[in-house]
């Protein structure tokens, strides 16, 4: 029998089935990336995104279609990751504009909000390209209509015709655009919007994969766990147990290895600090299991210290010896805080990675650095965190990497109660050489001028290693190669890291270029920094040749030439 309308409850199971099937693609969305870097990461960051939404989504109880709306949207808005993960959010931030105040939805409806979704998303890119996740989903829109407009009712129809449709237009991606072509790919955007329109298809038909948050799954999109009664922490903490570990290495813990690692814990708990020193490691996680982080270590070495602390224990602990009438009086606690100094003319937020980088923002003046970059795209959520903690009239944000670079507009744009400023740097050089331009007796007006020219007036290039063969702009590249590149692409690529460094520079710098800065990573030695310090010297004599510690991971060496 044809179904022709849903209500709050059924949708409510049909995202979380699509949050599921995007899910469990993920690993072969994020094989999809055309650059073989080990960052490649759409889809997790879109499952990330989705996630977030779905863990709302799963907490209603008896859902409307109002209620069911704000979770979608304001958890997908405040998860999204990466460009991807923001573009899928506004997906859903579209379509539940449409529907959020109706109690069914059908063919006519799912139409109309397709149409909304396909606008609201194509509005926050800024240059928008066929053959994207972009292209897919006004695919979908455009066969909604086509079903809609010819009179059909029954869902299962519509469901059916459009994700034939999506297919088919993703396969044609690479006709789209060259680099997809070249690689031998369909866009891994719009392959993970096919996989949550399966999986809304599958949940319509009860057949989708079951939704928990017991799982791994709700560690990676940051579960709040909820108590009730004398068992409430207070305050709520995501991940409950702080732990600790010093081991010494059994194994040659290898740049490829370390980042595996590192994912892993990031996967089961948040705050992670991972310090190599030759053969001792030292990593500090918050985590709800800290079981499963002590297996995951015991794999690499012999342990030497441990400790595990419940992070909720001593608020616990403060609360039972309270009187019972101090709990009574809010107002005295509220009358005992310090008043709020000031908010100063101007403050800066800027992502980075690595302890050697993160000193240099501060150095510059950064008042909030927000963790991560190439390896781990930060959420709309965590900018928007950090804009907060700096009390300032206006803030400054920084991306340093162009696939931020729409979560932070989006943060900028959820922000109400100060003006934000996002300076659209897309590398680590890019952001110093912004801040450096910033004059403190200029507007602020004048300033985002400076900043914003300061970014095209350096070329920043990057060497790391291949992780499976592919060609990329005509270059050959075999799985574990070194690989520079640079702004538009691979400039050099090979397996002496010194002669793909060198080359890379050959291509980039130019008969005006005066100096070349290097920051190298956590991975690289001081001793091998040094000769490869002393070999650029010697190969660009006329130049002035810098070399500072970085400390990022994966990227063994990151350069500008100004």
Partial sequence: MAENCLDAARIAKIFLAGAKKLESQKDHINELNVFPVPDGDTGTNMTMTIMSAAKDVYALQDPDMASLCKSISSGSLRGARGNSGVILSQLFRGFTKVIKTTDHIDVAVISAGCDKAVESAYKAVMQPKEGTILTVARAIAEKANSVFERGEEDLDVLFKEVIAHAKAVLERTPEMLPVLKEAGVVDSGGCGLVAVLEGFYEGYQGKGIEFTMDDETSQAAGEVRHFSGEDSPAPEYRYLYHTTISLILDKIFHLQREQEVRKYLESVGDEVA?????????????????????????????????????????????????????????????????????????????????????????????????????????????????????????????????????????????????????????????????????????????????????????????????????????????????????????????????????????????????????????????????????????????????????GQPVYYYIVSVE
């Fill in 274 to 550: 991972l310090a190599v020193d030759d053969n001792i490691v030292n990593v500090s996680v918050n985590t709800n299991d800290p079981g499963m982080v002590l297996q995951k270590a015991l794999k690499f070495g012999e342990l030497v210290d441990v400790q595990v602390v419940n992070r909720s224990r001593p608020v616990r602990e403060k609360q039972a010896a309270a009187p019972t009438e101090a709990k009574k009086e809010p107002e005295k606690a509220e009358e005992a805080k310090k008043p709020e100094e000031p908010a100063k003319p101007v403050g800066f937020v800027a992502v980075s990675a690595g302890a050697g980088l993160g000193e240099i923002f501060k150095n510059l003046g950064v008042d909030r650095l927000i963790e991560g970059g190439q390896t781990m795209n930060p959420s709309t959520e965590d900018v928007l965190n950090a804009i907060a903690e700096v009390n300032a009239e206006t803030v400054f944000v920084y991306p340093n990497n162009k696939n931020i670079i729409l979560a932070a507009n989006q943060a900028r744009d959820l922000t109400k109660d100060k003006k934000v400023i996002v300076v659209p740097s897309k590398t680590v050089p890019q952001g110093i050489s912004a801040l450096l331009a910033y004059m403190p007796d200029q507007s602020v007006r004048a300033n985002e001028g400076l900043m914003n020219e300061a970014l095209g007036c350096v070329q920043t290039g990057s060497v790391t290693y291949a992780v499976r063969d592919t060609t990329v702009d005509g270059v050959e590249i075999h799985q574990d190669d070194y690989m520079g590149i640079g702004d538009s692409g691979i400039l050099s690529n090979g397996r002496d890291i010194s002669e793909v460094m060198t080359g890379m520079l050959e291509k980039m710098v130019k008969e005006d270029s005066e100096l070349i800065s290097v920051y190298y990573g956590q991975e690289v030695e001081e001793a091998a920094a040094d000769m490869m310090r002393d070999r650029l010297t010697e190969r660009f004599p006329e130049l002035d040749v810098e070399f500072q510690r970085g």
